[in-house]
């Protein structure tokens, strides 16, 4: 069964760096997002991405985020100058059209990132 | 904007017994409610959804609710199992794309 794969699964950084989480959705779909989940808490959308541009952002997608699709394949979530208050489980979700039966959304496992 | 609220926020049943978790929203232009399984360690997992035409669907053990006068839809699990156990969230669909989500409801089913 197809599914949404995130690399790496653990990111440690340093307050101040930039980091870069991956993911590769599922091969024909067409709308990508990342969300994040910080420990303990509920799922909150960052970003929705679409025909190569940014469609819809929450507040929280502020400056220091960037996302990309460098190729065919991949979709980037970069952040530019870590906070430790950034440490989150990142997911990215992929679905395929916009169709009656809903966006149905499809979770990568996640990107476990902290910032010390 | 959307607001999703859920209850409750911890559940244990006894294996065999039901449970029911409930969500509350507030945009009454949002069209489709999924729910989410998240396992320890895990990306959330969708388990079944149900768009705001209809009222009710069911999937084995699994059943949603929608009510959308009162703006609220409710996940139903009969003959709970252990493996049942994990996070569930509820969540709206708002905006082009967006998933507003429930703060999460722990279920332990306990044998």
């Known amino acids: 069964e197809p599914e949404v794969t995130q690399t790496p699964s653990h990111q440690v950084t340093q307050m101040g760096q930039e980091v870069i989480l991956r993911c590769v959705p599922i091969s024909n779909h067409l709308y990508f997002y990342w969300y994040r989940q910080i420990l303990g808490q509920k799922v909150e959308f960052l970003v929705s991405f679409y025909n190569n541009e940014i469609s819809e952002k929450s507040e929280i997608f502020d400056d220091q985020f960037s996302v990309e699709r460098p190729d065919g394949s991949n979709f980037t979530l970069k952040i530019r100058s870590t906070k430790l208050e950034d440490s989150a489980m990142y997911f990215c979700?992929?679905?395929?059209?916009?169709?009656?039966?809903?966006?149905?959304?499809?979770f990568g496992q996640g990107t476990r990132l902290t910032v010390v | 904007g959307e607001n999703v609220e859920q209850h409750p926020s911890t559940l244990s049943v006894q294996e065999g017994d039901s449970a029911v978790i409930k969500c509350t929203y507030s945009d009454s232009a949002s069209n489709y409610f999924p729910w989410y399984k998240q396992e320890l360690g895990k990306g959330p997992q969708l388990i079944i959804d149900i768009r705001s035409n209809v009222g009710e669907k069911k999937d084995q053990r699994i059943a949603v609710t929608l009510n959308k006068t009162a703006k609220h839809f409710s996940l139903h699990i009969t003959e709970t199992q252990p493996e049942d156990s994990a996070v569930y969230f509820c969540a709206a669909r708002t905006g082009f794309q967006k998933l507003v989500f429930g703060t999460g409801t722990r279920l332990l089913v306990s044998p």
């Open positions: 979700a992929s679905s395929d059209r916009i169709s009656d039966r809903g966006p149905e959304a499809f």
